[in-house]
């Protein structure tokens, strides 16, 4: 009751805005959780051919990945703020705005569609880790696509770190 | 505060955990002076392995974070074999930590500059690693520009009895 009386005086609440956005800060501070690295797998898909947009680049299938008793809950992009190249060898893209990322899981289902690449970057939020609802995927189902191809070159790669766990 | 059923099952599968949570138990730092020839030498795609280590071994404990201590967080890293200048944040961009069991399957590999904390808003990185071999773990780089004997890496590893 007593915040949204001092936010009805316009004067008070320039006074008080600092204060209440910083309990708001606590509060969130306090209840947030990050993700805990139990598995760890690095994807890519690679940038074939001109950068184009509306297209689909598939990720790289890993073997690891096709278990069905397998549960991804999290994952992590990395540009070449994070990683210069891949273990493949590839050059990580150094562009963030421009890609959006599609995943699907072993029913076909886009379960995360079309999440900007630069969301997930652990960096751009504070240290903080994409959390899922856990799900099987089918890797080679997923991709990623471009939404502006400036600064994208071809035989970059958008490399993720996929965080799972064997149930 | 109520907690949403999803939210339960993540925390009880130690999937996730709240931020503000410490990151273990203990704390121990381990070092990896690089050397000009031999097993600590740098070269590109060259695997650097941890030495054995009688406290992180996994009947006795479960790694709980991983943090690389950076240039920009603590300049001199002093070991046995000598001072050595730890890797920049630069240098972090090219190398991983690779993570793996006494089946020598990997586990984990994780770029180092994930592992820094002034990169990431502070937050440290969870882990939970109850099956490993510590001297079948290492690190690589995929470019050793600016890398040298000069240079070492600092881990801070923390850890809680099982």
């Known amino acids: ?167 | 505060m109520q907690v949403s059923p999803l939210v339960e099952k993540m925390t009880q599968n130690r999937w996730i955990r709240p931020v503000e949570g410490r990151q273990g138990e203990f704390l121990k730092s381990v070092y990896l002076p690089f050397t000009a020839t031999g097993n600590f030498s740098v070269a590109v795609g060259k695997t650097i392995y941890f030495q054995p280590d009688a406290t992180l071994t996994s009947d006795k404990v479960v790694i709980t974070g991983i943090e690389l201590v950076d240039l920009s967080t603590n300049t001199v890293l002093p070991t046995a074999q000598g001072d050595r200048a730890n890797i920049t944040a630069d240098i972090a961009k090219r190398g991983y930590f690779v993570l793996s069991n006494s089946k020598r399957e990997i586990i984990a590999q994780i770029p180092l500059a994930c592992l820094i904390l002034n990169l990431n808003g502070g937050r440290p990185t969870f882990t939970y690693f109850d099956d490993f071999q510590w001297e079948n773990c290492s690190i690589y780089f995929q470019d050793i520009t600016g890398l040298s004997a000069a240079n070492g890496a600092w881990f801070k590893v923390f850890y809680n009895k099982k």
Do not use: H
Request: with cysteine; aromatic share 14%.
């Open chain 1, 1 to 167: 009751m007593s915040v949204f009386f001092i936010v009805q005086k316009k004067s008070a609440w320039r006074f008080a805005r600092p204060f209440f956005c910083y309990i708001c800060y606590v509060y969130i501070q306090q209840t947030m959780n990050n993700l805990i690295i139990k598995r760890s797998q690095i994807v890519e898909a690679v940038i074939n051919g001109t950068p184009a947009t509306g297209v689909r680049y598939y990720f790289t299938d890993v073997p690891n990945l096709a278990a069905n008793n397998l549960r991804l809950f999290g994952l992590e992009g990395f540009s070449t703020a994070q990683l210069a190249t891949t273990p493949t060898g590839y050059t990580c893209v150094s562009t963030t705005t421009g890609i959006v990322v599609t995943l699907r899981d072993t029913n076909k289902v886009e379960f995360l569609y079309q999440m900007p690449f630069y969301t997930t970057i652990r960096a751009n939020n504070y240290g903080a880790y994409t959390i899922l609802q856990p799900r099987t995927i089918n890797l080679t189902d997923c991709y990623v696509t471009l939404t502006n191809t400036t600064g994208i070159s071809s035989g970059n790669s958008v490399a993720f770190n996929l965080y799972y766990d064997l149930v």
